[in-house]
DNA sequence: CTGAAAGCGCTTACAG
DNA sequence: CTGAAAGCGCTTACAG
């Protein structure tokens, strides 16, 4: 009907069989064709392709899906505090949500996101409803409810990853708390500081921390130091954590001469504080953080920290669960494969010097 | 079998006609039952979501997409440039991902999102394959391939929406620049400051720079001042853009005492340029960004933005992209459905007294 | 190497 | 209010 009208397009649908009665074969060559199939003919497959082409062909997944049983995606749920805004998220988070989706691109997976706070909210049935092929987790180690959701979907046979979890019951990658830490803590002593604090805790959820303290405490005593460390206060803002605990080393007459936040957020609260008070970093006090998240580049001094390779991280993730898929559980990870490399970034906040 | 075997559960599928046998219906009932259809009666209704509940059953979306048409997903992709590292993305553009999924998932949709740069990766063909309703794009306005790519896209019939596209072509949700320009230079001037500068660009393809210059300039001539632009240069990152500016205005003896800078990003860089040549911000200069980036409240002095609200930024986005789809379109959008409310936030950097 | 046919698991007219 | 049946558009054994 080539009236006039301006109807949208698109009101009926290309098919594969369409492309078949144009390229002049079946429809199952096509499809064949159309899949990569290396049965196909190089003939039939070039006169297939310019069929489709013409008629501006696509596939359509839902077909495709169906029939195969395949999803070629992956869902990734970003666990939030309920209370939290979203342009408030930790932007490491963020910035591993991006490297995730870039590797899941990077072979062949779209990815379906959500940001998943309150228990209303949570739903991580992606498999069952035939959306994805499994789950990668990441967020805030904070929202005990979602984690534990999550927990007893894993332990029902969903296949996820994580990265934050308090539970060892899931698979999870991780930085490597451990070395970095170490890295840290020899970083002070070599710049010249003598008696570096630890801002952080050995009792939170988040295992990062107390891994981050035992890397600190082992450098420490094998200079023959004596670790110190200032506890932060749960259920604060990790920069009040980190005000507060500025607040008792100075309450305390400044007993260090140097401080490893164990979080870049924590390190920015600690600053704030000991500048306000009128304390030189980096020259009464050295400052290191834990993240390398870009606000520390900003700080003033610029502060120094310890950042894991973020690409590496949204690899090792997405690799993680694409083995886990496909059923290559025979070997169990290495440490290699659970834990990101980290690399210092020095920063005038540990030039002793200033 | 009850063999005592360990094999994974769900080698075979729960289907609704499983549901329809344990519920003593038919499978049709089922279907409806569980898709809310008003016309199962209640009774009825109790007894499938009991079954379906019981076998712990969850609809295969791929067969219900197909034979509905219907995705219920949105496809958000994140154009950035080819260059750049994921981690380092504008936090602006994360916050607006963050928000936009939120309103997606708050109307009944799920996100399928992409960070898309080189034309090797550009694809949008969400609505031919039938993985989306529909298309959000976010991002650099410096991609120029990406965008000519989405606006033939968008010509040929593709629902989208976008936020910086350098293309009036094409659907558009934007902060509102000149409300926020203007809000920016009152402040400056009710904070006493005499001589406020601008840096920016009434030529760059993100026509937001232009909108909060002329914002500046509007409010400047209303009060008799005459407005100063310091343009930045093309190609550089936004911090070195910041920077080049500052030093510009150093060279020039600063014939100013404030600056608007047009984004955070750059009033970052012209802050550290400024600190580092030992000029006090703000009691020499005073200092105001745009944006809102978590970044500025983080620097020293902590900076002065205006903030858009992102919340509302990511709804209207999504609710412009659904009135689309539903072909609303019957009544173009107003300025209030595509200009996103800003607000002030006054910080340290515009306190004139320091 | 290609084709005819079955079937993935739903939703939705169509009847009653 | 419920059921029997068709069909969405593919992929994939099965034949040849």
Sequence with gaps: ???????????????????????????????????????????????VFEAARRLNYAVDENA???????TATLAVVVI????????DLNPFTYALLGTVCAAASARGYET???????????SGRYEDRRRADGLILIGTTQNLPAWTYYRDLGLSGTRMVCWGSPFDELDWIRSDNHAGA???????????????????SVTS???????????????MAEAGLTPRLVAIEEGLSREEQGRR?????????????????????????????????GIDVPGRIGLIGFDGIRASAHAMPPLSSIQPDFAAAGAMLVD?????????????????????PVRLLARQSTRKGG
């Design 1 to 47: 009907m080539a009236d006039g009208t301006t109807t949208k397009p698109r009101t009926f649908r290309v098919t594969s069989f369409d492309v078949a009665a144009e390229a002049g074969v079946s429809q199952s060559t096509v499809s064949r064709a159309l899949a990569g199939d290396p049965v196909v003919s190089e003939v039939t497959r070039q006169r």
């Design 64 to 70: 495709a899906r169906l029939r195969s049983g395949r």
């Design 80 to 87: 939030c505090r309920p209370d939290e805004d979203r342009k």
């Design 320 to 340: 993680k669960l694409l083995a886990t898929i496909n059923g290559d559980e025979s070997a169990e990870a290495t440490a290699a494969e659970r834990r990101v």
């Design 245 to 277: 605990a500025a607040r008792q080393l100075i309450d305390q007459g400044l007993p260090c001469d140097a401080v490893f936040a164990v979080c870049d957020e924590i390190a920015l609260g600690t600053l704030r504080e000991l500048t306000e008070a």
């Design 205 to 219: 959820l988040q295992h990062q921390f107390k891994e981050r303290y035992d890397g600190y405490a082992e450098v």
């Design 112 to 122: 379906l996101v959500s940001f998943q706070d309150g228990p209303e909210n949570l």
């Design 182 to 200: 170490r890295l840290a803590t020899r970083h002070l002593l070599d710049a010249g500081f003598t008696a570096p604090a630890c801002i952080g």
